[in-house]
């Protein structure tokens, strides 16, 4: 099962969700009385070394030059800003004046609440071996090219700054392209260590040339560029540090670090961050009930709080004496030596620009059909960082590039092959309405354990009359059972029935529950073997990408089949780009066959009165959750106590308990996290709770397990995304790697990845490379009874099939390195691909079942929405505890869609639209609008057979029911 990583947040150093990597930080401030003390306080005064100087901040953009804003920041302007104030004429600026509101929160009071946002305050600061280089080894070079790499990334950051329109029953955005701004640099950390940074304050205001009036800035658009803006700075500043004579080190997770400054002495100079850390966790263990809020505020108000007194009489040189005499002779020395030993800057690179531009879009649309065109130049600027191509040498290349983009959502792109690819998926379905016969002409009496709803659904199946039909049912709804059903109606009815499921541990349970001879969707489209007129049954069909859908769709068309995909495009989709089955759901106007009764929070299950009215409760927020509900289902859990506050720092010992008591009553349960840092932390946790208590073996055995890094066929062919000890995991056959092979990336070479293995060199071409995986090695400990979650596919010695996804249970650990199973397979010594089976991502968790689930709610935005939380609630049949340090930002968070959008969705109804068709053959040739020209007449054929469609279908509906009832 090729799973994502889920969120890996790298928060990681402090254990609980403390520390931030970001070098490009966001805060807004909404308080004027605490904005207009900002300048006085936190801006104009500048290091803490200066002896009374002062910084001198100076505005920046396009707004403050039309505000007559230039130079340097005075304290009068800045304060007019704050009040919402022109700053010369004194007049009101912005049409919003009122500071606060009030609100009536979910617990039916009435909260007061800032009404305005004051500023907002973009922060820049370089990693830390970069401030270490320019402060302690006194090269002002470097502060002069922070400087310089700052105004870059606000003059980029400026062309995202928009306002809203709320006119003629208008509701979107315009963009503007002017900010007001403020800079002002600093230096040092209160704790007087080297920390070079420069705030910038955008002033809630922007000009709209459409209305000639000033507006409140809309900072949407400015937020979803951040990553391209944080590396828009970094690639300005690594240009000049390259220049400077430094070595830069790119690093996987975004950053860099300067070569020759080491971890240790980075660390040594991080005493501010590691007192605001350490004073965060004292306060956490001193008031837990704290932790229910947002942690980086509360990392904030210590920063600001118990920040220490301002020191204003050291000068410049006396910090220098102080900072050197915190390194070693040694350090110091190797400091010196960093610019002199350095080799020269390298020769500009041919076409550098282009091909960053192409690694972008590999790395970009292998997963996703629509991206914004700022993510291009993101990954394009990461690839080609401290080497000579310009941020406009790379916006150049992509205007030139021949992508199709979208009038109604400016920005957003995607290219030639997908938006005919899913063109074509979803005009294949549409010529397909009602183009067949009924599925199963006579069908044999339904099985008289179905329910109403199953059999109205198997009906509506098996006299289906389309090329292409849609089953539908939420999690737990019982569609296996009907296509179990349908599959036996089909072999019944003398048409071959092909069973496929997009991974192999869908497969393996498919087989479990006594369906015929199913396989991956891959292995069959490998193969190609379908009969003429079959009928294709496709499970958990949300899950597969526009790539293996069009080839099905083109296999069944060639072979006059019918295809029948069933899944809930609810839950988790494809990892590939274009989540096809929902293009198919939306556009081709499929009519599916549903289920909505669910049948896996049974109340029957219950054992008391008051298990059985918890199970039904239970079950009504799981329906809540399918119906798009989300606000509504979290208070349904809340009512009925699902609801576990408690702190970060102690959660993962309270889902450990909780975890311990099931155990104990001998029931199942999965943890389900939210990113992968913090399924490590449980996994250790629970674990130590079941071994203290007796639940697992005594004597630990340790070995050394594969940990997958989830990397793109792009990133597998850049060094950047290998650590210096990652092995190399062959899940295929390649050359003479056999599968299962372990090695080491030898080079990057031009027709692939050349991996040694066992002293030999095997080439991995672009084709093959899924065959491989990159995992980092760990060290883990395993016992008797202990639970793991195998990780990768593999035929064992023994014969015998693992698959990825499965939880097993250790019986023994032999003296050879084999562990026996307690389903009696034995895992290789060579297979070490898996982790402690307490904890699962979301994604993970998708297809099983438990009798509880027990969710950790990490407080991590990004890694939460509609999907993960529908998915995480219902897998249990029995009971949920929800674990969160904050219900109300959970509950905030769960309503953020988690789908992608596709071609299909921006297209809207333009592609019907005889231009469209011209402008495909302009932009891509005659070959794309043979392509459209013949949708099209599909479409309006399409349009009259779904005329038509209801009457042939209810004529079909009586044949079977007529078929059945003679008993046929």
């Known amino acids: 099962m090729l799973e994502p990583d889920g969120f890996d947040d790298e928060r990681i150093a402090l254990g609980p969700q403390l520390a931030?990597?970001?070098?490009?930080?966001?805060?807004q401030q909404c308080s004027l009385k605490d904005a207009q003390q900002y300048f006085k306080e936190h801006l104009s005064i500048g290091d803490y070394y200066t002896e009374g100087q002062q910084?001198?901040?100076?505005?920046?953009?396009?707004?403050?030059e039309d505000l007559g804003l230039g130079g340097?920041?005075?304290?009068?302007?800045?304060?007019?800003?704050?009040?919402?104030?022109?700053?010369?004429?004194?007049?009101?600026?912005?049409?919003?004046?009122?500071?606060?509101?009030?609100?009536?929160?979910?617990?039916g009071l009435e909260h007061a609440s800032s009404n305005r946002r004051v500023f907002y305050d973009f922060t820049f600061s370089p990693p830390k071996s970069v401030s270490v280089a320019a402060m302690v080894g006194d090269n002002p070079r470097i502060v002069e090219a922070h400087e310089q790499a700052v105004n870059e990334a606000l003059r980029q950051l400026q062309s995202f700054a928009a306002t809203r329109v709320r006119k003629k029953g208008e509701c979107t955005d315009r963009l503007t392209g002017n900010i007001?701004?403020?800079?002002?640099?600093?230096?040092?950390?209160?704790?007087?260590?080297?920390?070079?940074?420069?705030?910038?304050?955008?002033?809630?205001?922007?000009?709209?040339?459409?209305?000639?009036?000033?507006?409140?800035?809309?900072?949407?658009?400015?937020?979803?560029?951040?990553?391209?803006?944080?590396?828009?700075?970094?690639?300005?500043?690594?240009?000049?540090?390259?220049?400077?004579?430094?070595?830069?080190?790119?690093?996987?997770?975004?950053?860099?670090?300067?070569?020759?400054?080491?971890?240790?002495?980075?660390?040594?100079?991080?005493?501010?961050?590691?007192?605001?850390?350490q004073k965060t966790r004292e306060l956490l263990?001193?008031?837990?009930?704290?932790?229910?809020?947002?942690?980086?505020?509360?990392?904030?108000?210590?920063?600001?709080?118990?920040?220490?007194?301002?020191?204003?009489?050291?000068?410049?040189?006396?910090?220098?004496?102080?900072?050197h005499g915190q390194m070693t002779s040694q350090e110091n020395e190797s400091l010196r030596k960093l610019t002199v030993n350095s080799c020269p800057a390298s020769a500009a690179e041919e076409n550098l620009a282009e091909k960053a531009v192409t690694w972008a879009e590999e790395h970009l649309f292998e997963r996703r059909s629509v991206v914004h065109e700022h993510e291009l130049w993101r990954h394009a600027l990461e690839y080609a960082r401290g080497r000579e191509v310009t941020i406009a040498d790379i916006q150049a290349v992509t205007s030139r590039r021949n992508y199709h983009r979208f009038d109604e959502h400016p920005g957003k792109v995607t290219t030639r092959e997908h938006l005919l690819r899913e063109w074509e998926i979803v005009q294949t379905a549409k010529e397909g309405l009602g183009d067949c016969h009924p599925l199963v002409g006579h069908p044999r009496p339904f099985n008289p354990q179905l329910d109403e709803e199953q059999r109205q659904a198997l009906d509506a199946l098996v006299s289906n009359i389309n090329r292409v039909s849609v089953f539908r049912g939420g999690a737990g709804t019982g569609k296996s059972f009907v296509l179990r059903e349908l599959v036996e109606q089909v072999r019944d009815g003398g048409r071959n029935a092909v069973v496929l499921a997009p991974q192999r541990q869908q497969v393996v349970d498919m087989e479990r529950a006594g369906f015929p001879s199913p396989t991956t969707v891959a292995s069959f489209l490998a193969k190609r073997e379908l009969a003429e007129g079959a009928a294709v049954i496709v499970d958990e069909a949300g899950q597969i990408g526009g790539k293996q859908m069009l080839e099905l769709i083109r296999l069944v068309r060639e072979r006059n089949a019918r295809l029948i995909l069933s899944g809930d495009t609810r839950q988790h989709g494809a990892v590939e780009a274009s989540d096809a089955l929902l293009a198919i759901e939306r556009h081709a106007g499929v009519k599916p066959a549903e289920l909505h009764k669910i049948r896996r929070q049974d109340p029957a299950r219950g054992q008391t009165l008051d298990e059985r009215e918890h199970i039904k409760q239970y079950r009504q927020a799981v329906k809540l959750a399918a119906s798009g509900k989300l606000d509504e289902s979290f208070s349904q859990l809340d009512k009925m106590g699902a609801g576990v506050s408690c702190s970060l720092s102690n959660q993962a010992e309270e889902?450990?308990?909780?975890?311990?008591?099931?155990?104990?009553?001998?029931?199942?349960?999965?943890?389900?996290?939210?990113?992968?840092?913090?399924?490590?932390?449980?996994?250790?946790?629970?674990?130590?709770?079941?071994?203290?208590?007796?639940?697992?073996?005594?004597?630990?055995?340790t070995v050394q397990t594969l940990e997958k890094i989830d990397l793109t066929r792009a990133q597998k062919r850049d060094e950047r995304f290998y650590p210096a000890d990652a092995v190399?995991?062959?899940?295929?056959?390649?050359?003479?790697?056999?599968?299962?092979?372990?090695?080491?990336?030898?080079?990057?070479?031009?027709?692939?990845?050349?991996?040694?293995?066992?002293?030999?060199?095997?080439?991995?071409?672009?084709?093959?490379?899924?065959?491989?995986?990159?995992?980092?090695?760990?060290?883990?400990?395993?016992?008797?009874?202990?639970?793991?979650?195998?990780?990768?596919?593999?035929?064992?010695?023994?014969?015998?099939?693992?698959?990825?996804?499965?939880?097993?249970?250790?019986?023994?650990?032999?003296?050879d390195g084999t562990i026996k199973l307690t389903d009696g397979r034995v895992l290789d010594s060579g297979y070490r691909e898996f982790l402690p089976g307490y904890a699962v991502t979301s994604y993970g968790s998708q297809g099983k079942t438990v009798d509880y689930v027990l969710f950790s709610d990490s407080t991590v935005k990004p890694a939460t929405n509609a999907q993960q939380w529908y998915v995480s609630i219902s897998r249990g049949r029995r009971g949920i505890r929800i674990f969160t340090p904050d219900k109300e930002q959970l509950r905030e968070n769960i309503t953020r869609k988690g789908d992608r959008p596709s071609v299909m969705d921006l297209l809207a109804e333009r592609y019907k639209n005889d231009w469209f068709y011209r402008l495909i053959e302009r932009r891509w040739g005659k070959r794309a609008a043979v392509i459209m020209t013949r949708s099209r007449r599909g479409t309006?054929?399409?349009?009259?057979?779904?005329?038509?469609?209801?009457?042939?279908?209810?004529?079909?509906?009586?044949?079977?029911?007529?078929?059945?009832?003679?008993?046929v």
Request: proline fraction near 2%.
């Open 285 to 323: 263990a001193r008031e837990p009930e704290k932790a229910e809020g947002n942690i980086a505020a509360i990392r904030e108000n210590i920063a600001h709080r118990e920040r220490g007194r301002k020191i204003r009489d050291i000068g410049l040189e006396t910090l220098q004496a102080l900072w």
């Open 940 to 967: 309006r054929r399409a349009e009259k057979m779904r005329q038509k469609q209801n009457i042939a279908h209810g004529h079909a509906r009586s044949v079977v029911r007529q078929s059945r009832s003679i008993g």
């Open 72 to 107: 340097v920041t005075h304290l009068d302007e800045f304060v007019r800003l704050c009040e919402n104030l022109h700053p010369h004429t004194g007049e009101k600026l912005t049409m919003r004046q009122n500071t606060m509101r009030t609100d009536i929160g979910h617990d």
């Open 728 to 815: 190399v995991v062959f899940n295929q056959k390649v050359r003479e790697a056999e599968a299962g092979a372990k090695g080491k990336l030898g080079c990057i070479v031009k027709a692939g990845v050349l991996v040694e293995v066992d002293g030999r060199f095997v080439t991995v071409t672009d084709k093959v490379l899924d065959k491989i995986t990159v995992c980092r090695p760990h060290e883990t400990q395993i016992a008797e009874n202990d639970r793991l979650h195998l990780k990768a596919n593999r035929k064992l010695a023994s014969g015998d099939r693992v698959t990825n996804g499965e939880l097993v249970t250790v019986k023994s650990v032999r003296p």
């Open 20 to 27: 931030s990597f970001e070098m490009l930080a966001i805060k």
């Open 180 to 277: 007001v701004a403020a800079v002002f640099q600093h230096e040092t950390s209160r704790a007087l260590d080297p920390h070079l940074h420069s705030h910038c304050i955008l002033f809630n205001a922007t000009f709209d040339q459409v209305e000639k009036k000033w507006k409140a800035l809309q900072n949407h658009e400015m937020l979803a560029a951040q990553k391209f803006v944080e590396n828009a700075y970094y690639h300005e500043l690594t240009r000049a540090l390259v220049k400077f004579g430094y070595q830069i080190e790119n690093r996987p997770r975004g950053d860099f670090e300067i070569k020759g400054i080491s971890p240790e002495l980075i660390k040594r100079f991080s005493k501010r961050r590691e007192e605001i850390d």
């Open 655 to 701: 889902l450990a308990t909780e975890y311990l008591r099931l155990a104990e009553k001998n029931v199942s349960a999965v943890v389900i996290s939210q990113t992968w840092a913090e399924v490590h932390r449980v996994n250790e946790q629970v674990r130590d709770k079941l071994k203290s208590n007796g639940l697992i073996g005594a004597n630990d055995v």
């Open 55 to 64: 910084v001198l901040g100076h505005w920046f953009g396009q707004g403050a």
